[in-house]
């Protein structure tokens, strides 16, 4: 186990963009970034969903020509009749497909393979036991747990593949509000869409003007970027067997090619933040959750 | 405190173990084993019920502890464990078939579809809502599910989904999920100067207040914060649920029973509000009118003010 090489996996996109930036964004990946397997679909809000939809079908044909492993993820937070709807469609599917919900499971063939998402409460060897024997074959950790607690489950759950999240502004929270529509004096249901206003999150300052937060919709993120910057073998030690970088408006071609030179041993982790830095992400790398403690923590310079 | 809310009226009352197992890990809180005995006891000789909350996620490596909890539990003759974590639930529901499960809040399972997976599962009887649907919302989620129902009406507001929110994680290193506390106490601090009181979260103002103003517990989502040019409450105001106007609206639609919020308050509070309730589902099976109960509890709210939060559609 611990000498193959560890995937590089590009999670769902989690903010909206026009659908034209969408196919542009899949078309790039599928001829340049150096990515095994993509998650599509819309995750955060289904008012989203049906204007992508053609666009990621394109994507996905596109990704897959290009030999890209592609993985449809479920909503986060399926609400509305819309949305759960989707979510049973999905979960209808035999092939392998991304919870970020427990309610897929209710409709799920069992046994029919798939991701549990890192959006999915799975803090414990005891919880990944019960998804595993529902046909969950890989884990995104939740992006909290720090990595000897990732290192107990592969210890626990040696065939469940693990991922973990290695690039981008930290999922946090997510809720029944619309923050964005709040800021904006409106609420969900008149929201005009206004989360297209900012294509990596609104930023959120505290009171001393410290960048803290990013608001996506019914989502909260860090404003800090995420960065796994462990060494490859404390990371194969641990039972990761691949790495998911989420998606910026920032050059995410570059930023796979950086974290495969980095897993791959060709680079090391300060040349992987600079190479990261260079594409000029929306915060500052932070690294604090993996070492066990806090998120926010700065990421080596 | 169980005595008062049972002296008060409240038909079940919930407690947790005095460890990281349930989701107010806070000191002087909670019972340890002989406790929970007893208290149970009390409680069943007052025709009350007890439920157990061991409704944290259990650490890797180290889920004995929450198993030992579950196994107290049973032992005292609880009414109910609460829980949340995938592993809890599958060790009660196999090492305690008997055992009567509820699905915790923390489990924010917002839906029928996600409400039937439990059921079928792990045999969970009752769930307790997460606070994001609307009254409407509830009414036809009770339609299509034939487990009980119940729902938060006073106390404190969650407004992120339960059991998904990592905020506190990410300032302090410490959250509801990992570590059963939100916004934990010795990561506050406040600043005072003659003009504010800057209250700050692991280092981060969250919160600055005038002379006059009065400061609720610092949470990251009840902050000021500076986002599109302005400086506001930008996930909610210092506020707290007070449902007590819907609570017709909520057993027409077939709630089962509601929940208030009392393991970090006082007697006196856990009393006054445990009356109130009763008083006003009593009048409510009477047939009587309940407007005279809805701003009896007004002054106990978190710097004064009261949010139907979101059984309200508009709060969206």
């Known amino acids: ?301 | 405190m169980l005595r008062a809310a049972v002296e008060a009226g409240a038909d079940s009352v919930y407690c947790g173990l005095r460890d990281e197992t349930n989701a107010r890990n806070f000191p002087g809180l909670n019972f340890d084993r002989a406790e929970l005995i007893e208290a149970t006891r009390w409680a069943h000789g007052r025709g009350a019920k007890v439920l157990v909350a061991i409704n944290t996620f259990a650490r890797a490596g180290q889920t004995d502890l929450w198993k030992r909890s579950v196994d107290t539990a049973v032992a005292a003759a609880a009414d109910a464990i609460i829980a949340a974590d995938l592993g809890v639930l599958a060790y009660a529901h196999e090492a305690h078939p008997r055992a009567r499960l509820h699905l915790s809040v923390q489990a924010a399972a917002n839906s029928s579809d996600a409400i039937r997976f439990y059921a079928e599962a792990y045999g969970v009887k009752r769930v307790v809502l997460p606070r994001v649907l609307s009254a409407p919302e509830i009414a036809a989620l009770i339609k299509e599910t034939p487990v009980e129902i119940e729902a938060f009406v006073f106390g404190g507001l969650c407004v992120m989904a339960e059991g998904r929110c990592a905020l506190s994680s990410y300032a302090t290193g410490r959250s509801p999920n990992l570590s059963g506390v939100c916004s934990p106490p010795e990561a506050v601090t406040f600043d005072r100067s003659p003009e504010a009181l800057t209250t700050r979260l692991g280092g981060l103002a969250i919160d600055r207040l005038g002379p006059g103003d009065s400061a609720g517990y610092p949470t990251l989502c009840k902050g000021r914060f500076d986002a599109f040019g302005q400086t506001d409450y930008l996930f909610e105001e210092p506020v707290s649920l007070n449902a007590m106007g819907l609570l017709a609206a909520l057993r027409t639609a077939g709630v089962r029973a509601v929940k208030v919020e009392g393991r970090q308050r006082g007697k006196a509070y856990v009393a006054r509000v445990a009356a109130a309730f009763r008083a006003a589902i009593d009048a409510l099976d009477r047939g009587d009118d309940t407007t005279r109960f809805e701003r009896q509890l007004t002054d106990l709210a978190e710097g004064g003010r009261e949010t139907a939060g979101a059984y309200r559609k508009t709060w969206r």
């Open chain 1, 1 to 301: 186990m611990s000498d193959m090489p560890i995937e590089l996996s590009l999670g769902p996109l989690l903010f909206n963009w026009p659908a034209a930036q969408v196919e542009a964004f899949y078309a790039r990946i599928a001829e340049a970034a150096p990515v095994d397997r993509v998650y599509l679909g819309e995750v955060v809000c289904g008012k989203r969903a049906p204007l992508l939809a053609d666009a990621l079908a394109r994507s996905a044909e596109r990704l897959g020509a290009a030999g890209k492993t592609v993985v449809w993820s479920s909503m986060s937070l399926p609400t509305n009749p819309r949305e759960r709807r989707a979510g049973r469609t999905l979960a209808a599917l035999d092939d392998l497909v991304e919870i970020n919900d427990i309610s897929a499971l209710a409709d799920r063939t069992p046994g029919a393979p798939f991701v549990a998402g890192p959006l999915l409460n799975v803090y414990n060897e005891g919880a990944a036991r019960e998804l595993m024997a529902r046909g969950c074959v890989r884990l995104c950790a939740n992006v909290e747990l720090p990595l000897t607690s990732i290192a107990s489950l592969a210890r626990d759950c040696p065939t469940l593949e693990l991922e973990v999240f290695a690039f981008g502004r930290l999922p946090l929270a997510l809720s029944g509000r619309c923050y964005h529509a709040r800021a904006h004096g409106r609420h969900r249901d008149t929201c005009q869409y206004v989360c297209d206003q900012d294509p990596d999150g609104m930023a959120v300052r505290t009171l001393d003007g410290q960048e803290f937060l990013a608001v996506n919709g019914v989502q909260t993120l860090s404003h800090g970027v995420q960065i796994v910057d462990l060494p490859p073998a404390v990371l194969r030690e641990a039972g990761v067997r691949a790495l998911r970088l989420s998606p910026h408006t920032c050059d995410m071609a570059a930023i796979a090619f950086a974290f495969r030179r980095f897993v791959d041993g060709e680079i090391e982790a300060a040349e992987l933040r600079a190479a990261v830095r260079e594409t000029g992400p929306p915060g500052a790398l932070v690294s604090g959750y993996l070492r066990g403690g806090a998120g926010l923590r700065a990421a080596d310079q």
